[in-house]
């Protein structure tokens, strides 16, 4: 069992950045995979990165070049660094972990998740 606690979010301009944290329970968080989904009001969870325990990243097209994934399994946690950040990217977001090593993008493919940190970009 794995418990997922997100921080980090808040209100920042257009241009600003955010640094997120996934903070998690349990010693072996370092074999999980874990996601970041973001749920705007009105629309679908979607994925936006994911880290596997190689530390193999993979980013939707839509966050390439200004959001980082990275994990501190010292820490047992996973952070994501938000730059140049857009008012489309103001959202919920969520962590979510699973145990195998493929970074999956639907929501099902992930087991435990947080209760998510609410980022608000203003224009």
């Known amino acids: 069992q794995v418990q997922l606690v997100e921080s980090g979010g808040g209100l920042v301009q257009a241009g600003g950045s955010l640094r997120l944290s996934c903070a998690a329970s349990g010693r072996t968080f370092g074999r999980y995979t874990v996601g970041w989904f973001r749920q705007a009001p009105g629309k679908d969870r979607e994925f936006v990165v994911g880290i596997n325990r190689a530390d193999n990243t993979y980013y939707t097209e839509s966050v390439k070049g200004r959001f980082t994934i990275s994990r501190d399994n010292a820490k047992n946690t996973v952070y994501l660094q938000m730059n140049s950040l857009k008012p489309e990217d103001t959202a919920v977001y969520y962590c979510?972990?699973?145990?195998?090593?493929?970074?999956?993008?639907?929501?099902?493919?992930?087991?435990?998740w947080g209760q998510g940190t609410q980022v608000t970009v203003s224009s």
């Open positions: 979510a972990a699973r145990g195998g090593l493929g970074i999956g993008v639907a929501s099902t493919d992930y087991d435990y």
